[in-house]
Nanobody
Framework: QVQLVESGGGLVQAGASLRLSCAASGRTFGNYAMAWFRQAPGKEREFVAA????????LYADSVKGRFTISRDNAKNTVYLRMNSLKPGDTAVYYC????????????????WGQGTQVTVSS
C-alpha cells in the first residue's frame, strides 16, 4: 500500500506563490509517473500536471501552463507543484496522485491518491 501525504496549501492573495509537496511511502516511487489534480467546490476533479518517472517529461493543463511547475526528487520520494501568479480561479483542494506506469499523459491512470490540501486564493 502506498501513502501520499500532501502539504504546503494555504490562503494567499492573488499573484502570490505557493509550493505544494507530496511525500510518498514505499520503495518504488521512482518507477511511476506522478500527477497533481484539483477539485474546486461544485466542480469535478480536474487534471493539473503530470511528470514521468525520471522527471524528464512533464505535462500541464492549459489553465496552469506557464504558471505552475511540477518536479520530483526520487531520492526523497517527493513530488512538488510550484504555483506562481495564483488566481482566485485556482482555489481548490489539490490532490497528489501516483500513476499506474512510468509515463506522463493527461488521461493518466491513477493507482493511489493523497488526501488533498486546500489552496485558497483571495482577490
Amino acid at each position: 500500500q502506498v501513502q501520499l501525504v500532501e502539504s504546503g496549501g494555504g490562503l494567499v492573495q492573488a499573484g502570490a506563490s505557493l509550493r505544494l509537496s507530496c511525500a510518498a511511502s514505499g520503495r518504488t516511487f521512482g518507477n511511476y509517473a506522478m500527477a497533481w489534480f484539483r477539485q474546486a467546490p461544485g466542480k469535478e476533479r480536474e487534471f493539473v500536471a503530470a511528470i514521468n518517472w525520471s522527471g524528464t517529461s512533464t505535462l500541464y493543463a492549459d489553465s496552469v501552463k506557464g504558471r505552475f511547475t511540477i518536479s520530483r526528487d526520487n531520492a526523497k520520494n517527493t513530488v512538488y507543484l510550484r504555483m506562481n501568479s495564483l488566481k482566485p480561479g485556482d482555489t481548490a483542494v489539490y490532490y497528489c496522485a501516483r500513476g499506474s506506469d512510468k509515463y506522463a499523459y493527461e488521461r493518466i491512470s491513477i493507482d493511489y491518491w493523497g488526501q488533498g490540501t486546500q489552496v485558497t486564493v483571495s482577490s
